[in-house]
């Protein structure tokens, strides 16, 4: 690596330290402010709060990255065409294009950092963050959750799933125990199908097995039963995706799709995991085309707003991509890919344009 290149590198690094920690310490301020009245209406000690702001600082990181190495490199290049560092580098015949080397080796440091949180660190500091809040705060009734199945304890219940979908509602492959004060179970109901309606539980095609006086067996079409259980309870206790890595998600879709359920929603998760940290990349490498062609504002100001102004027009057009294949609209591959591709074609432009 050349002299020059050492210090761009040096440069960015630096930045991009300053600005991971700045905007970090901004989300954690905002976001304790927003939960301080949940945890004293809890009572939560102090110590478990901060634990659930250390568990979610993985999360955090990998959700700041990418704009975090963009204004990295929009400020690095502001400032040094502010000083007139590259209008010295023109003059002794250095190309802003040979400066592109230095700033994609920063965006693959960015995008294997993100990585190696995303796969290796987040999926367990997320949970524990989860659990903390869920359970320890919110008082949801989810007492855990496994790969494949949803378990969910009551008061004198227990509820099985093998799946749910939270935007219909739906429930499927539904057990459920009822027992008495004694622990003793008083009804078992199996259902294939369940929908959460006007505050109660509409069940389809199943067996209700009783335990009273004498024990009965009834099969039904459809029953409305109080399980005790509301769909947000249900939608906490299912699987996250940032609770998984990659290959514990891809199994999870395998699986749920081998029972015969819907898996679209975790379809373009699984899609998302793959594309999301290569954001960081293609950041730097818009920026490094931005920077070729000289079209960085002079300082810091400038730099910085035209960094927010690229990152937040990115995340909105990655969002709806996502939510278009959430509903179905399009295939999970293309909601999760469509923009970084688009936004790798433009990157290329630049360089090409600035070449």
């Known amino acids: 690596m050349t002299i020059i290149g050492r210090y761009i590198t040096k440069e960015i690094g630096k930045y991009f330290g300053i600005i991971l920690l700045i905007v970090a310490g901004i989300y954690l301020t905002v976001d304790f402010i927003g939960k301080f009245d949940n945890f004293m209406e809890v009572g939560l000690p102090l110590q478990r709060a901060i634990l659930y702001f250390i568990y979610k600082f993985p999360l955090i990181m990998v959700q700041i990255t990418p704009v975090g190495i963009l204004l990295a490199v929009m400020i690095t290049f502001g400032l040094m065409s502010k000083n007139k560092e590259l209008l010295a580098l023109r003059g002794s015949g250095v190309s802003l294009v040979s400066l592109t080397g230095p700033i994609a080796r920063c965006g693959f440091a960015a995008t294997l950092l993100m990585f190696l949180i995303a796969e290796g660190v987040m999926p367990l500091t997320a949970s524990q963050a989860n659990q903390i809040w869920l359970q320890e705060v919110k008082r949801h009734k989810g007492a855990g959750v496994r790969q ?10 227990i509820l099985h799933l093998k799946y749910f979908e939270p935007e219909t509602k739906v429930a499927k492959g539904i057990t459920f125990h009822r027992f008495d004060s004694q622990f003793k179970l008083v009804d078992r109901i199996d259902a294939e199908t369940g929908v959460f309606q006007d505050g109660i539980w509409v069940l389809q095609d199943g067996i209700i097995q009783q335990n009273k006086d004498q ?6 079409d459809t029953i409305k039963v109080q399980l005790g259980f509301a769909p947000e309870d249900l939608a906490q206790a299912a699987p996250k995706p940032e609770e998984m890595s990659f290959t514990q998600l891809y199994r999870y879709v395998r699986k749920v799709e081998a029972e015969g359920y819907d898996a679209t929603h975790y379809r373009v998760d699984l899609q998302a995991k793959g594309a999301y940290p290569l954001i960081a990349m293609i950041m730097t490498l818009i ?7 000289g079209k960085i504002k002079e300082g810091l100001a400038g730099s910085v707003a035209y960094g927010l102004g690229l990152a937040f027009l990115y995340w909105i057009a990655f969002s709806f991509c996502l939510s278009l294949g959430y509903a179905g609209m399009l295939p999970p591959i293309i909601a999760a890919w469509g923009v970084n591709l688009i936004s790798m074609c433009l990157a290329g432009y630049l360089l090409i344009k600035a070449e």
């Open 148 to 157: 494949s199945d949803i378990w969910l304890k009551g008061d004198e219940s």
């Open 215 to 220: 024990f009965t067996v009834h099969l039904f």
């Open 287 to 293: 920026g490094a085309g931005l920077a070729a062609g």
